[in-house]
Structure formats: C-alpha cells, structure tokens
C-alpha cells in the first residue's frame, strides 16, 4: 500500500533494469533479484528501499490440482522520492520478449513545485 493512495496512479509498463543492474548478495534461493537501477517512460530510477514484498500464486492452467508461484510483488522507493509497486513475472508472457519480466503495477511520483 502506498504512502498516499490517493496520488497512486496505475501503471501496467515494463521497467528496463540497466546493464549491472542486478546484485545476488543476500537474495533468497528461489527468488528474483531485485535491480537496482531501471529505466521507465525514458528516466533513469535507482533504487533506496524495499519498504514491503510478497508473493501471488494460482492453480495450475492445465487443469491439474497444483498451486504455482506467479509473481513476486515489491513496494519500492526510489532515490528520487518515487514509490512504486513493481512485480516479477516468474514465466513471461506469451507472445513477449523474454527479457519483460519486470513490471510497474503502481506508481505515485514526487510532487514538483
């Protein structure tokens, strides 16, 4: 949950994490490594804190009576002020590039004066 949900906007966009992007000290086995710079709507954004995260799960597709880990959520801030609520698609989605599996489900921007 954000800060200011009434600031939160809905985002649906892949993230681009940058070239070095992604540090494996003290990841989970099992989970996403977080990047820790990203490019989103042409803006360069770096990572301050994962203030929350948590993990989606659905039955299986094919029928089967099997639950399978779908997403990994994180509630992010940046270095910038940005908060958002990105997520790691653990199989891509059909028809896309394999390399989107990060996406911005939420964002509230730092207000400008």
Same mark, same amino acid.
């Given at each position: 949950?954000?800060?200011? $949900? *009434?600031?939160?906007?809905?985002? =649906? ?5 940058? /070239?070095?992007?992604? @540090? ?10 977080? $990047? *820790?710079?990203?490019?989103?709507? =042409? ?5 301050? /804190?994962?203030?929350? @995260? ?60």
């Amino acid at each position: 949950m954000m800060d200011d $949900p *009434a600031k939160e906007e809905f985002v =649906g966009e892949a993230l681009e994490p940058l /070239e070095g992007a992604f @540090k494996t000290a003290g990841v989970a086995p099992g989970e996403p490594v977080l $990047p *820790a710079h990203f490019t989103w709507r =042409g803006r360069e954004y770096h990572l301050a /804190e994962v203030t929350r @995260k948590w993990k989606s799960s659905s039955p299986c597709r094919s029928g089967g009576g099997e639950v399978y880990l779908r997403k990994h959520w994180y509630h992010i801030h940046t270095t910038d002020g940005t908060q958002m609520t990105i997520y790691f698609e653990r199989q891509a989605r059909q028809g896309s590039k394999k390399t989107k599996r990060w996406w911005i489900y939420t964002a509230v921007l730092p207000q400008t004066s």
